[in-house]
DNA sequence: CAACTATTCAATGAAACACTTGAATAGAGG
DNA sequence: CCTCTATTCAAGTGTTTCATTGAATAGTTG
């Protein structure tokens, strides 16, 4: 029989499985990869470095939250992010860390500084300079993710090509390269080869997700 | 040497504490509790029928992860959620919730069924209604909650007082109860009471939280 | 249909966790 | 200053979760 009590734990059982869904390192990882667009178990192994049956167990107790669904393709399962309410979702749940562990912005803190004295440019100027066609945005996510969503305007090279199409940029204009957000160091890995080369590089810290949100906002 | 592969584990780990404090079901339990305002040890113990020991050890790994603050009052050690941002991102969480568990819809449904043939009502039915002074608005939590945070017009009568109180109630006007929202049951305990007296009593399923979210929307 | 590939399943050992119990602490009040 | 109370700490136990491995499945291609 269901009492009051019983009723409490079977409801906030069932609360607590998004909370464990993100739990665990490696299935924020997964999420957040996903939020890029679909992705086939392999990929998502190689970019997490992790074994395939791990990463597909992983995607199963992602699938029993259904915070992700999948569907069949040839050879491949291509798993996804089940609705639009999780990357949002996921998206203010790195804003709350960000908001209360100062740790974070340490740890990434340290490894710019190691890295590049990067100067950041903003989605405002970005925009503006966009607009005037002062500058090339350079996307530097995998081809795939790029044609699953990208800024308006963003030239595809991934940073896999970078290193032989150098040569074939314009070095007379500045160069802004973004890549999956403030996390990902793809974007800085290609300052620093852009610099290398004499061009005027920056990073762009902000990924597809919040250029979307900027746009909401100015309209 | 902090690599790049290093620097996403570090990154996700801290993410995911955020995550682990709200993987259990008790903790949601205790955050939910804490959403209504502060409480201490004790009554969040008795509240969830867990031990002292244990729910003092959730409140650590809660803390851990900037859930929670308390502060000590005379012999009690008062905790309450560490941020505003925090009781929204737990309302989403809820959302997001039933919006994928069709489950947590079942079992809503199943005890209430089981319980009470209710009629909801809407906050635009209360709004209206309260300015004509149609109805008498019943706040049923404990006389804390009510006095941490309530919707403007209502009367605190918690659920325990109650029982004693009924015949002072009048029985010619409608009565809506409250209490912490739609899985807090206390409204529909209030609501048998009063049809057994013979009162007109509806529930509101909606909680203080909700009300301002409404008041924000319409203004 | 045989060979191959991508994915899942099942079993293992190791690590993390929840909850209990009983002792330790620290503040309040007589 | 001693007692009482609320809370925390520490140790122990049983359960769940994790990553890894190797086998099983299912779909595709020659």
Same mark, same amino acid.
């Given at each position: 029989?269901?009492?009051?009590?019983?009723?409490?734990?079977?409801?906030?059982?069932e609360?607590?499985? !998004?909370?464990?869904?993100l739990?665990s390192?490696?299935?924020?990882? !997964?999420?957040?990869?996903?939020?890029? #667009?679909p992705k086939?178990?392999e990929?998502l192994?190689k970019?997490?470095?992790?074994?395939?049956?791990?990463?597909?167990?992983?995607?199963?107790?992602?699938?029993?939250?259904?915070?992700v669904? %999948?569907r069949?393709e040839g050879?491949y399962?291509?798993?996804?992010?089940?609705d639009?309410?999780i990357s949002d %979702? !996921?998206t203010?749940?790195?804003?709350?860390?960000?908001k209360? %562990?100062? +740790?974070? +912005? +340490?740890?990434?803190?340290?490894?710019l500084?190691?890295?590049?004295?990067t100067e950041?440019v903003?989605?405002?100027?970005?925009?503006?300079r966009m607009?005037?066609g002062?500058i090339l945005l350079?996307d530097?996510?995998?081809?795939?993710?790029?044609?699953?969503?990208?800024i308006p305007?963003a030239v595809?090279?991934?940073m896999e090509?970078?290193?032989e199409?150098l040569t074939?940029?314009?070095?007379n204009?500045?160069?802004?390269?973004?890549c999956r #957000?403030?996390?990902?160091l793809?974007?800085?890995e290609?300052?620093?080869?852009l610099?290398n080369?004499?061009?005027?590089?920056y990073?762009l810290e902000?990924?597809v997700?919040?250029?979307n949100?900027f746009?909401d906002h100015?309209?």
């Amino acid at each position: 029989m269901l009492n009051e009590r019983n009723l409490k734990d079977l409801l906030y059982q069932e609360f607590s499985r !998004i909370g464990k869904s993100l739990s665990s390192p490696k299935r924020l990882e !997964i999420l957040d990869l996903l939020s890029q #667009g679909p992705k086939s178990v392999e990929a998502l192994s190689k970019a997490t470095t992790m074994s395939v049956a791990n990463v597909s167990q992983h995607l199963q107790t992602l699938n029993n939250a259904r915070m992700v669904k %999948f569907r069949k393709e040839g050879n491949y399962v291509i798993y996804e992010l089940a609705d639009d309410v999780i990357s949002d %979702f !996921i998206t203010s749940l790195h804003k709350l860390s960000e908001k209360q %562990f100062s +740790q974070v +912005q +340490q740890i990434k803190q340290e490894f710019l500084n190691a890295n590049l004295d990067t100067e950041e440019v903003t989605l405002e100027e970005l925009n503006e300079r966009m607009e005037k066609g002062e500058i090339l945005l350079l996307d530097v996510r995998p081809k795939e993710e790029y044609e699953n969503a990208h800024i308006p305007g963003a030239v595809s090279i991934p940073m896999e090509e970078l290193k032989e199409k150098l040569t074939s940029l314009p070095s007379n204009r500045d160069v802004v390269a973004y890549c999956r #957000g403030i996390y990902c160091l793809w974007s800085v890995e290609a300052v620093k080869l852009l610099r290398n080369e004499g061009i005027n590089a920056y990073r762009l810290e902000k990924s597809v997700q919040d250029w979307n949100e900027f746009q909401d906002h100015i309209n």
